[in-house]
């Protein structure tokens, strides 16, 4: 079991954060003699790490949770020019391995998705790959989502990311006949020889701990881990 996974997207607004509070709350309710650490290595903006500190008691710091973080809700290298910033690698490398150290599991959301820059000369793929992060690719179940899919999982093998498997990701309420139209599961698989290891439903009500880890428990952890 690697103790590390990336969450990554096939682009902003697939589910990455919802994917991670899924993983998280089902971590903390059902593996509870096991530490859990949530990490967001670079945020743009406000939204996700404060979502993880109202949702979840984790046992690190506010640093340690989000190690950069630039106002403007852009692309880091932008959102860091406009504050005359640098982005630091090594500041968000050395966390990684502290909290590496310290959890047994630790739920990385990356930003973006995976062919978004996080540097002029780095995307999240290079990242992922460079540092040897297994990955799960979240997909959108909507119009689209095939191509996606089989996009993105190129450019990880490009990077020879360690892919562990896609998350299909309901961002809108659809029936099971729409979600088979739009991401039939067999399709994918077979385009990208990637396991899909399940499908979240479209919640109402995002915040709800035990719902989360209820919906968490559909996934294939045994192939995520």
Known sequence: MSNTLLIAGTDTGA?????????????????????????????????????????????????????????????????????????????????????????????????????????????VADLAGEWRLATILVVPVRLGAIAQAVANVALARQAKINLRGIILNCTQPLTEEEITDLTPSGLIESFTHIPILGCLPYLKESTNLEQLAEVGSNLDWERLL
Do not use: C, H
Not at 26 to 44: A, D, E, F, V
Not at 45 to 50: F, V
Not at 74 to 83: H, M
Not at 92 to 117: A, F, H, I, M
């Open 15 to 123: 589910g990455k954060t919802f994917v991670t509070t899924v993983l998280a709350a089902y971590w903390l309710k059902y593996r509870t003699q096991s530490s859990l650490g949530i990490m967001k290595p670079i945020q743009s903006g406000e939204g996700d790490r404060e979502l993880y500190q109202k949702l979840f008691t984790l046992e690190q710091s506010a640093e340690e949770l989000n190690p950069l973080y630039f106002q403007a809700p852009l692309a880091p290298p932008i959102a860091a020019a406009k504050e005359n910033r640098s982005i630091d690698l090594g500041l968000v490398w050395q966390t990684l391995l502290k909290l590496q150290k310290r959890k047994d599991l630790l739920l990385v959301e990356s930003l973006g998705g995976l062919g978004s820059p996080i540097t002029d000369e780095l995307t």
